[in-house]
């Protein structure tokens, strides 16, 4: 945005959502398999570690795993999309990560949050990107609770994506690009 290369980007005649979706969902496959992957066998091999009951589990986990990259590409893209509204969206930016670390589960497991934090939560997409994967992975959702748990987090993947396309399109209606 300050250095004016937007402009360029949105020159070109392509969907931009789906382009800058297709790099984030490589870099997250290259960072699981040379950084996730590895990882987790060396902590398997030092400790016993919780796995899949069994294949259905694992495929669960597998698909809400992609899903959870899903919605936080989508959370992650509505917050650096308000850099179309604003010269210094850094703000918004700080703001949208802490919320987002906080009710994802990443720094305090949400079963832990108090009553009125927990539903509170569960009405926001952020268990999705870290609570729902990592619950399915233990055998906390199983069956029909994991079914539940994939359909929900199906359903914040569309309202996300639809929100991110619906502020892209607004914001590049207003886009005024400054310096040249």
Avoid at 16 to 43: E, K, S, T
Avoid at 69 to 76: D, E, H, Q, T
Avoid at 101 to 120: D, E, H, I
Wanted: hydrophobic letters at 60%.
């Amino acid at each position: 945005m300050r250095s004016g290369d937007i402009a360029s980007d949105l020159a070109k005649p392509f969907d931009y959502y789906a382009f800058w979706l297709a790099q984030d969902l490589g870099a997250n496959v290259i960072h699981l398999i040379v950084r996730g992957i590895p990882i987790m066998l060396v902590y398997a091999v030092a400790t016993p570690m919780v796995w899949p009951s069994d294949v259905n589990a694992a495929l669960a986990f597998a698909f809400s795993l992609l899903l959870a990259m899903l919605v936080s590409f989508a959370w992650r893209f509505c917050v650096n999309i308000t850099a179309l509204w604003s010269a210094d969206a850094l703000g918004f930016a700080r703001l949208g990560y802490t919320l987002a670390m906080f009710l994802s589960g990443f720094l305090v497991p949400v079963a832990f949050f108090p009553p009125w934090l927990k539903t509170l939560a569960a009405w926001t997409p952020f268990p999705a990107m870290i609570e729902t994967p990592i619950q399915i992975w233990l055998g906390i959702l199983s069956g029909p609770a994991a079914s539940a748990a994939l359909v929900q987090q199906a359903f914040w993947v569309g309202v996300m994506i639809l929100l991110g396309r619906l502020m892209l399109a607004a914001g590049t209606r207003k886009l005024v690009i400054q310096g040249g």
